[in-house]
């Protein structure tokens, strides 16, 4: 199978800016979460998604948004980015149970 | 909140030595995962242990899962330099499918 994947792998946005993340599960995974890695706070957690809805948030201020389709792929969106935003984003699959499949990751940076 | 302590946060060893890494909780968790990712990319998943007490190897890395389940370690012989990396321990209790990550252990061996 193949794995989860994360476009686009680098982005560089400016202050002020939106950006979308795309996330591809892998196949059958129908549980889709993202989180943000940072050398000072480590990989907190965004929020999940299963069946095309909203599970689970964590504590992230609105300007971070995401959705999930029917083919369970799943976009991230983040408005008005701030320089705090550059971070390691990374999307990861599951299948009905805790361990996660993380894709490579989607490195934004924010000038 | 759960927290997940990995211990020690860095180190820094020769080829050929041991080493083992703790992960410590005061939560008992329904699993707990062992991933190791390198620079820029997302975590790969080692290992996941269910069982309280249960103990396993991948190659020269030996896993065990504490008797109460609030506790792991990751214990690596003879490490080599291809076992640099991020190690991070993960898990989930209260019937929560979303994992709590430890900041983990940044390994480096020098060859």
């Known amino acids: 199978k193949a794995g989860v994947t994360q476009t686009p792998r680098y982005l560089i946005k400016t202050r002020g800016q939106q950006v979308t993340l795309s996330c591809s599960p892998i196949?059958?995974?129908?549980?889709v979460s993202w989180y943000q890695q940072t050398p000072g706070q480590g990989l907190q957690f965004l929020f999940e998604?299963?069946?095309?809805?909203?599970?689970n948030k964590g504590n992230f201020p609105g300007r971070f948004s995401g959705r999930q389709f029917s083919n369970s792929r799943s976009e991230m969106n983040v408005s008005t980015l701030e320089l705090g935003d550059s971070a390691l984003y990374l999307c990861?699959?599951?299948?009905?149970?805790?361990?996660?499949?993380f894709g490579p990751g989607t490195r934004l940076t924010v000038l | 909140t759960q927290l997940l302590e990995q211990s020690p946060q860095f180190l820094s060893i020769q080829e050929g030595e041991n080493l083992t890494v703790y992960c410590n909780s005061s939560?008992?968790?329904?699993?707990l995962q062992w991933y190791r990712q390198e620079p820029g990319e997302g975590p790969v998943l080692l290992v996941t242990?269910?069982?309280?007490?249960e103990v396993k190897k991948l190659k020269r890395l030996t896993f065990q899962f504490g008797d109460a389940r609030k506790d792991s370690s990751l214990h690596i012989t003879a490490a080599q330099p291809g076992d640099t990396g991020l190690y991070l321990c993960?898990?989930?209790?209260?019937?929560?499918?979303?994992?709590?990550f430890g900041r983990g252990t940044s390994l480096i061996v020098h060859p």
């Open positions: 196949s059958g995974h129908r549980s």
């Open positions: 993960a898990g989930a209790s209260g019937g929560s499918y979303i994992p709590t």
């Open positions: 242990v269910v069982t309280g007490g």
């Open positions: 990861a699959s599951s299948f009905y149970t805790d361990t996660q499949y």
């Open positions: 998604y299963f069946s095309e809805t909203q599970r």
């Open positions: 939560s008992v968790f329904s699993s």
